[in-house]
């Protein structure tokens, strides 16, 4: 059955969502405050600032009010940062009607606050529309889903009929969909895996070599479990697309910012300028995991990056003292 679905962002992740459901056979209303960027879809079907030259499926219209894109849509997609999804979700407040599907996309906490992300949403919308929000995570590059490369997510709700329709809109011969009703621990692992990854980088400019990155990998994927389930997660997610397969994604791309950022400090090049540079969601999220997981004895190389990122240790020297010193009981 054929669909209505609104997507909200028209950036690199909502533009490839928005073809993947478009091939799909659903109608789709793609929305941004880059109007320049939806004359391009609209007149040209391509994006070039976030999607390169692939054409555009003909079923996505560039739609430049809100409550027009979102209005009979059964699904609403929102593909904004982390940091910017509270405002996007305090105009789509005045919009969304009781039932329509909310799916984020964003990956990480909300600074200050460290909600997750559906808890963010559903605190700006109205009554009732908390049981309809839910996220995708796990391993997906925009481009290469664009591009129709297979690949599988994983996305999280809180009821079984919207985790199925949900599944039928996104699902296709290429992209594969699982659901959990776990969605506190996919939205940990989404967040997770970027602040990990900065880890697995320092271990690439230091070009310490793919055993010892596997080795960072394996500590990291047991941490990631350690705090997702001290916070009401469940293992599974943390072993399955969300937490194992996101992290190897960002934790092992050249293309990640959160990796990148890394393999700065890894070389003692000028890390800080990389960050004024390039929104890297992994160091935020790094402090706000550290302060809600609390306790850091079993979580080293948490505090260790929390050491190198926010109290000037040097990164080099902390992760070989930190591979020294560390040992199996
Ligand atoms: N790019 C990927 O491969 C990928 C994969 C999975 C998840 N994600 C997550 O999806 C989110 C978006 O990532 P992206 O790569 O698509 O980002 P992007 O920078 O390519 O696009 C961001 C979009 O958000 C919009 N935006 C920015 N500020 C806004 C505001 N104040 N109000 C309304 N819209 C605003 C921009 O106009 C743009 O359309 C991130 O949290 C990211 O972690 C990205």
């Known amino acids: 059955m054929s669909e209505s679905v609104a997507v909200l962002g028209a950036g690199n992740m ?40 692939i054409p555009l499926n003909d079923r996505i219209e560039a739609v430049w009010e809100m409550s027009a894109a979102v209005e009979d849509a059964r699904l609403i997609i929102l593909s904004v940062p982390s940091q910017v999804v509270r405002a996007v979700a305090a105009d789509l407040a005045g919009a969304i009607k009781p039932g329509q599907l909310v799916l984020n996309v964003g990956k990480g906490l909300e600074a200050g606050s460290h909600r997750r992300m559906s808890e963010v949403i559903a605190a700006e919308l109205p009554d009732g529309c908390a049981p309809f929000v839910g996220s995708m995570g796990g391993p997906a590059i925009a481009i290469e889903m664009a591009r129709g490369q297979p690949m599988a997510v994983i996305i999280g709700l809180p009821g079984a009929d919207e985790r199925a329709a949900c599944q039928s809109i996104l699902q296709n011969n290429h992209l594969k969909v699982q659901a959990t009703p776990d969605v506190t621990g996919l939205e940990l692992c989404s967040t997770l895996k970027n602040v990990y990854a900065i880890a697995l980088g320092v271990a690439d400019g230091l070009q310490l070599g793919t055993n010892t990155k596997a080795f960072l990998a394996t500590v990291a994927i047991e941490e990631m479990c350690e705090i997702a389930t001290r916070l009401g997660g469940q293992r599974e997610t943390v072993f399955g697309l969300a937490g194992l397969g996101d992290l190897l994604t960002t934790g092992f791309s050249p293309h990640s910012r959160n990796r990148t950022l890394g ?54 020297a902390t992760i070989r003292r930190f591979l020294e010193s560390f040992s199996y009981a």
Do not use: M
Request: hydrophobic share 45%; aromatic share 6%; net charge negative.
């Open 14 to 53: 909502g533009t490839a969502l928005a073809q993947v459901i478009a091939a799909n056979g659903h109608h789709v209303r793609l929305w941004s405050i880059e109007h320049d960027v939806l004359e391009e879809v609209r007149d040209k079907h391509l994006n070039t600032r976030y999607l390169e030259d």
């Open 263 to 316: 393999e700065h400090l890894g070389k003692a090049t000028d890390w800080q300028r990389f960050l004024r540079t390039n929104t890297v969601e992994g160091v935020t999220a790094c402090r706000s995991i550290a302060e809600l997981a609390g306790d850091t004895d079993r979580l080293p190389l948490l505090a260790l990056l929390n050491e190198i990122l926010f109290a000037e240790a040097p990164a080099p």
